[in-house]
């Protein structure tokens, strides 16, 4: 879902970066194969996500919610040398598919891929200090994924969040459960004096957080 109209986010794409050869495949592969293939992170905000880990050049990186493994290339990008992404999927079907992603961008070595519920295997994860870490699985608990990773994210680094504009919901006077999770969720990030802030209206909006 994106908030912006349509002829804006086709400017906004030419004139970004051009989606890589292999993570072209992964799209057309999503949007062939896979339900749901809205919720890939996709050309603009992947160049977003690649973007900020670049310029972060972090370490350790978690990411909730691998789905067909495309922002975790993105945010591939930018680790260092010796640096690993802990991604979080709960469908172990997925795990051929990813593997193969993974090989045909040649970061497949970069990769630690768990499979199982996300809080689970956020407590049971042995790193304690995280450079950045992305939140895009089941929105219902995006609070309470933000609240498990906060200790675990180090100072000045990123949590970012996906789907805080809620295909605009949040914001529209709607009083369906899902957007006033969502809205919570904004809320309480708002009001937390222990992180700086912002959200981009990037496709169905995505909030940047940085840890003091």
Known sequence: MEILPHDLQLYLEDHCDPEPAELQKINRYTYLKVLRPHMLSGHYQGRLLSMLSKMTQPRRILEIGTFTGYAT?????????????HTIEIDREFE???????????????????????????????EDSFDMVFIDADK??????FNLVFDKVRPGGLIIIDNVLWKGKVYGGETDADTKTIQELNDH????????????PVRDGIMIIRKK
């Not at 219902?140 to 994924?145: P, S």
């Open 96 to 126: 051929e598919m990813l593997n193969q992603h993974f090989k045909s961008t040649n970061v497949d070595k970069k990769i630690i891929q768990h499979f199982g519920p996300a809080a689970q295997i956020i407590v049971e994860i042995k």
């Open 189 to 200: 990030i708002a009001k937390d004096t222990r992180v700086e802030k912002l959200i981009l």
């Open 73 to 85: 290339i993105c945010l591939a990008e930018g680790l260092t040398e010796d640096g690993l992404i």
């Open 140 to 145: 219902k608990n995006n609070l309470h994924y």
